[in-house]
């Protein structure tokens, strides 16, 4: 999703609203809002913590 990604990196690191960002890219505003809308919610599943895939041992309480 190379379009969603340069709304990212228009939106986050230029600072440019959803209006400029439309104008720049030369696609709707509503496909910069749905594009913000699926690549923040990609980011989030893809930096939210997996529990059922991570094996980590617990920490023992006594030291030997």
């Known amino acids: 999703h190379p379009r969603a990604a340069q709304v990212v990196e228009l939106r986050y690191f230029g600072g440019l609203s959803s209006k400029d960002i439309a104008d720049e890219v030369k696609i709707s505003l509503r496909t910069v809002q749905n594009d913000w809308q699926f690549a923040k919610a990609w980011l989030y599943r893809?930096?939210?913590?997996?529990?059922?895939?991570?094996?980590?041992?617990?920490?023992?309480?006594?030291?030997?």
């Open 46 to 64: 893809e930096l939210e913590p997996q529990s059922e895939t991570m094996h980590v041992r617990p920490v023992s309480s006594s030291v030997r």
